[in-house]
């Protein structure tokens, strides 16, 4: 299942394989397969300091995780990765690629991913999230989610560990 939705911006890569906005297309947004591994790692390696490694990745591929990319032209701008266990959405990861930050690729693609939750019947999603990462953290709670906790020491950072910040929103009454 597929869909496509404009935001006001067009992501086109650039002759150095980075990104960047101009014009006016649709962005896409497609189930991810095995073979998008290189791309998606791509932007994994570009916009984190603790990438996840491509043995995780293809890990996600089994039957209980969801990937979904959302695209610009054809080229993977941005990926997320799901876990759907019982009643309940673990939001695992959710990258854009760095030179298409804040130009609503993300809020498209996390928009998505919990209407699909909610025509599931799933309750609710739960994500976790780095307590440095404000712009992530903003996003999340301007489309509801709440803080109800903290992992202490729970990502790898330059300095040892970083706490996580636990956020949840309730999809159904």
């Keep these: 299942m597929a869909a496509t939705e404009t935001v006001g911006q067009n992501l086109m890569p650039k002759r150095d394989d ?23 790692l791509n932007i994994e390696l570009q916009g984190y300091s603790h990438p996840w490694s491509e043995g995780i990745f ?24 799901i876990s759907y266990v019982l009643d309940e959405v673990h939001l695992l990861n959710l990258c854009i690629h760095p030179g298409c930050r804040g130009q609503g690729a993300g809020k498209l693609l996390l928009r998505y991913l919990l209407a699909e939750a909610a025509r599931e019947c799933m309750n609710q999603v739960i994500l976790e999230v780095r307590l440095s990462n404000n712009v992530a953290s903003k996003l999340y709670r301007n489309e509801g989610f709440e803080e109800i906790g903290r992992r202490p020491r729970y990502y790898p950072a330059a300095s040892g560990r970083e706490d996580a910040r636990v956020m949840t929103l309730l999809l159904q009454p």
Excluded at 58 to 81: E, H, I, M, N, T
């Design 58 to 81: 293809r890990d996600c591929f089994k039957p209980s995780y969801r990937l979904w990319g959302v695209c610009q032209g054809g080229s993977l701008v941005g990926y997320a990765v």
């Design 18 to 40: 980075s990104y960047c906005a101009a014009g006016e297309l649709d962005l896409t947004i497609r189930p991810l397969e095995p073979r998008d591994l290189p791309e998606m």
